[in-house]
Each structure stands twice: as C-alpha cells, then as structure tokens.
T-cell receptor, first 111, second 113 residues
Framework: NAGVTQTPKFQVLKTGQSMTLQCAQD?????MYWYRQDPGMGLRLIYY???????DKGEVPNGYNVSRLNKREFSLRLESAAPSQTSVYFC??????????FGSGTQLSVL | SQQGEEDPQALSIQEGENATMNCSYK?????LQWYRQNSGRGLVHPIL?????REKHSGRLRVTLDTSKKSSSLLITASRAADTASYFC?????????????FGAGTRLFVKA
C-alpha cells in the first residue's frame, strides 16, 4: 500500500520550459489536491479535484493546469516555467472532507 | 488570503514542558485538521476535528475547537526533542464542486533536550 506517490522528487527547469508533475493514490480517495510550499511558509492550494472528472482552482492557480486522469491520478502541468514557481510541490488525497494524506513532495527549481 | 492563522509563529521550549499552539480562522468550517511536518517533508500525523466536536485526543496530543470563537488549539504534553517540527492547522470549508482545505503558515516548534 503505497499511499500517495509523487514523481519526480527533484527537478530543475530553465525559464520557459514545461513539465508535468505526476501524482497517484491507491486509497480509492475521491478528492485530490496540489499544493505548493515556499520556504518558511505554509501550503497554498493550487488546484483541487473533488471527484473524478472535476477540477477547481485554489488560491494560486495562475501558471498551472491540472488533469484528473482517473480516480487514482491527478497531474499538475507547468506550461512555461518561471522562477517564481520555484517551490516544493505536494500532492494530497482525501476521502471527501476527511483527513488528507500527502506525498513526499517534489522540489522544483526554475533557473 | 489564508484561512487559518497559527500563533505563535515559533515556539522554543525545554523537553518535558507542554507546548500550546493556536489557530484562528475567519469563516465557518466543516472540519479542522492539525498536521506535523518534519524539515520540508510531507505532512503527517493528522488529527481531524469536526465542527460539531469540541475536543480530540491522540496520545500526548490534544486538539480543541471553539467554533464560536473560530479558533482551535493543539496541546502537546510532556514534549520530547523528537516533537521538534512545524505544525499546521488546516480548515475545510467546502467550495464550488466539493471540498477544499486551506492551510495556515504554521508554528515552528523547537524542543530543547
């Protein structure tokens, strides 16, 4: 039982490059989330998906797109990376309005 | 703006002492959760308290919720050096199409051995 799996763990991009962060959960959770965490700060919600087939913006959606591919997988895409997107990204899942389970994070640097 | 705000931002105590962290929020909620984070890793050990509950216990941790004051507290009793971490509160207040959870900026706890 892996829980929430994020890939990659580390990534370095040049400004303007694109990439997709992958997230998968094996707990049959309905809701999935993408957060970013900047140094010394709390998590800020980028996008969430309450259920398969639906997505909604969070606090800081600009510069990102998401896809809820199926119930297990929720990906986050940066179309044209900017230095301001340097951060640690966390994927999480929950059973509706319940306790959230987090992946181990992706450390992204945009040069 | 963030829904939950923790207080204090940082707390340094001696091993064996109790640590109290507070969280205030602005709008009505479905539930509130407290999480621990070690050195930038994923958040773990969640304690969830629903809006109709007033207190929850988990080992040495006690969470209280006062919806009339829109506040919650996390008490760690008999703290240990291993409790050193950041602690975040998160409020779930629903949103268009489903639920979304918003985090505060956290309290950084340092327990000195």
């Amino acid at each position: 039982n892996a829980g929430v799996t994020q890939t990659p763990k580390f990534q370095v991009l040049k400004t303007g490059q694109s990439m997709t962060l992958q997230c998968a959960q094996d707990m049959n959770h309905n809701s999935m989330y993408w957060y970013r965490q900047d140094p010394g700060m709390g998590l800020r919600l980028i996008y969430y998906s309450a259920s398969e087939g639906t997505t909604d913006k969070g606090e800081v959606p600009n510069g990102y797109n998401v896809s809820r591919l199926n119930k297990r997988e929720f990906s986050l895409r940066l179309e044209s990376a900017a230095p301001s997107q340097t951060s640690v990204y966390f994927c999480a899942s929950s059973l509706l309005a319940g306790t959230m389970f987090f992946g181990s994070g992706t450390q992204l640097s945009v040069l | 703006s963030q829904q939950g705000e923790e207080d204090p931002q940082a707390l340094s105590i001696q091993e064996g002492e109790n640590a109290t962290m507070n969280c205030s929020y602005k709008t009505s909620i479905n539930n509130l959760q407290w999480y621990r984070q070690n050195s930038g890793r994923g958040l773990v050990h969640p304690i969830l308290i629903r809006s109709n509950e007033r207190e929850k216990h988990s080992g040495r941790l006690r969470v209280t919720l006062d919806t009339s004051k829109k506040s919650s507290s996390l008490l760690i009793t008999a703290s240990r050096a291993a409790d050193t971490a950041s602690y975040f509160c998160a409020t779930d207040r629903g949103g268009t199409g489903g639920f979304k959870t918003i985090f505060g900026a956290g309290t950084r706890l340092f327990v000195k051995a």
